[in-house]
């Protein structure tokens, strides 16, 4: 079973065990390690670190929101990785939130597709080495040509997906796919979007990596893990995008009784509507045993690729993520 695994966690580590870390799921067999941001560390400085110190581990970003970098700048940093790790890096998008590009970046906020479509197109032109001349309707530019050695490997670059459109997107025009906070039961439904995303391009899937997060905790003590990621999942509830998507993967009932909570006011009675049902269906919690057996049942509804992402019960030392990262592959 090809996995992948989340790194941006342990970026809090000290810089020497971070990279120790990196070199430890290189050698334990991880195929990716995983590398996004939200407001903690630079994202394709954390994928530069993992790349020039790991051998045979795939860097992928998961991911980099198209809104706050240009297109020009993505396909500069795809280019570099692609030439300081030939073959190991593909550049991870997604469509981000209002909060961080209106409010954190001071941008103008568009959650558009063709945003994304625009996006991809550039960054494989500038990594290609072509000369970029653009008019489109959410990018211009005029003359811009690499003058970096183009790498030998051809870019490949993975979309964050949800809902349908994005996920026909994904399998219109990427190279790979992102799925995040999706149980086993749902990843056929997703699978079908990113066919008929193909076949509108006249491809298939074959050598599309399709890739899902999936919260992981190797553990002695479930319930307080059970906790945290009761917390975690209330957390997305409570935003419009992933309450739609979780009330299509068979969690109604739990959104709408979280959103009651939240909205008045009753934080915890919230986290405490996350149901025994949808943690199970959303995370992994458990021994080695169960964790191993459970991320395989994954792997059998189609994924190319889970991706484990380690997270600890509130007040745990990062020995708990460095347990998690053991148990697997």
Request: glycine residues 10%; contains cysteine.
């Amino acid at each position: 079973m090809r996995l992948g695994i989340v790194l941006a966690g342990f970026g809090s580590m000290p810089p020497a065990d971070f990279i120790a870390a990196a070199r430890e799921a290189d050698a334990r067999g991880y195929h990716t390690a995983w590398l996004g941001e939200t407001s903690g560390h630079d994202a394709i400085v954390l994928s530069t670190v993992v790349a020039t110190h790991t051998e045979r581990l795939v860097v992928a970003n998961g991911v980099l929101p198209v809104q706050t970098r240009t297109p020009v700048v993505l396909g500069m940093a795809t280019a570099s990785l692609n030439h300081f790790a030939p073959g190991r890096f593909a550049l991870g998008l997604g469509l981000s939130s209002r909060a961080i590009v209106e409010q954190w970046n001071g941008l103008a906020y568009t959650p558009a597709l063709g945003q994304i479509r625009e996006a991809v197109e550039i960054v494989r032109k500038v990594a290609a080495g072509e000369r970029v001349n653009v008019e489109g309707k959410f990018y211009r530019m005029k003359n811009f040509r690499l003058t970096a050695p183009l790498p030998k490997a051809p870019v490949r670059v993975y979309l964050a997906a949800l809902g349908p459109e994005m996920l026909e997107l994904a399998g219109e025009i990427a190279d790979g796919v992102l799925l995040n906070w999706i149980p086993p039961e749902a990843v056929p439904a997703s699978l079908a979007h990113l066919e008929t995303g193909a076949r509108r391009a006249g491809r298939t899937l074959e050598n599309f990596e399709i890739a899902s997060f999936i919260r992981t905790c190797v553990t002695d003590d479930a319930a307080a893990a059970r906790e945290t990621l009761a917390r975690d999942i209330t957390g997305y509830a409570t935003v419009d995008v992933y309450a739609s998507f979780f009330r299509t993967a068979g969690y109604a009932d739990e959104v709408g009784a979280v959103g009651a909570a939240w909205s008045a006011g009753d934080r915890a009675g919230a986290v405490k509507r996350v149901s025994p049902r949808m943690l199970d269906g959303l995370g992994v919690v458990g021994d080695e045993a169960f964790c191993r057996a459970r991320i395989a049942e994954f792997a059998q509804t189609g994924l190319t690729q889970p991706v484990i992402v380690p997270f600890a019960p509130a007040g745990a030392d990062r020995a708990s993520l460095l347990r998690t990262l053991r148990a697997f592959p």
